[in-house]
């Protein structure tokens, strides 16, 4: 696609029910990124996916978190029993990969909200 | 660990000129890059410097200093446009991945 996609745009979900977000990145970039964003504030990384490599799970908050990417391209984001405090702009991110890539381009996120 | 540190708030006029700045402490680093993010809106990428000196991209210029851990976005000739929050950004000592700062919101006014 011409961009990075992300869907849903919003989900409302009550707290200790699972929830999947998932995310296209641009066509032939190799690194994928997951990163929280509460309102307001900065963006915490949550996991990167290069390629084949083992993903760089350190920013995971908690193991109620968890990321998969198939194939190389889509990936899901999964936060079981979720918790009020999950409530967040989750964005992902893509770019070529490599040291000389700097560029990241960001999907429009998923709004999460936990009642 | 990284840790970068940017002011929470600049508010300008019209038409002037502002100075976002950024310090980061890093163990290793690769380059300091610059997104803008309006509200509601995803982040998007302004510019990115590797070596010290000032990359200039029409009205947006970015500074760095790596002997100061420092650098700065310059925003010239501002427009109400450009009223968003703005990160700085790093790559993580193994050169993955990208550690934000706070972000500044910037405000321009009439």
């Known amino acids: 696609g011409a961009g990075v996609s992300q869907s849903p745009s919003n989900k409302v979900t009550e707290k200790g029910k699972d929830v999947e977000l998932r995310c296209d990145p641009i066509?032939?970039?190799?690194?994928l990124y997951w990163y929280r964003q509460s309102l307001g504030q900065g963006l915490e990384f949550l996991i990167y996916?290069?390629?084949?490599?083992?993903?760089?799970k350190s920013g995971l908050p908690s193991d109620r978190f968890s990321a998969e990417r198939t194939g190389g391209s889509v990936s899901t984001l999964t936060i079981q029993r979720t918790q009020q405090e999950d409530s967040a702009v989750y964005l992902c991110?893509?770019?070529?990969?490599?040291?000389?890539?700097?560029?990241?381009?960001f999907g429009s996120g998923t709004q999460l909200s936990v009642l | 660990g990284q840790s970068l540190e940017q002011p929470s708030e600049v508010t300008a006029v019209e038409g002037a000129i502002v100075q976002i700045n950024c310090t980061y402490q890093?163990?290793?680093?690769?380059?300091l890059s610059w997104y803008q993010q309006h509200d509601g809106g995803a982040p998007t990428f302004l510019s990115y410097n590797a070596l010290d000196g000032l990359e200039e991209t029409g009205r947006f210029s970015s500074f760095l200093s790596r002997s100061d851990s420092y650098g700065y976005l310059l925003l010239q000739e501002l427009q109400m446009k450009d009223s968003a929050s703005y990160f700085c950004?790093?790559?993580?000592?193994?050169?993955?991945?990208?550690?934000f700062g706070p972000g500044t919101r910037l405000s321009v006014l009439p």
């Open positions: 890093t163990s290793g680093f690769y380059g």
């Open positions: 991110a893509s770019s070529m990969g490599g040291l000389a890539n700097e560029k990241l381009f």
């Open positions: 996916f290069q390629g084949n490599s083992a993903p760089d």
């Open positions: 066509s032939g970039h190799t690194a």
């Open positions: 950004a790093v790559r993580d000592n193994y050169g993955q991945n990208f550690v």
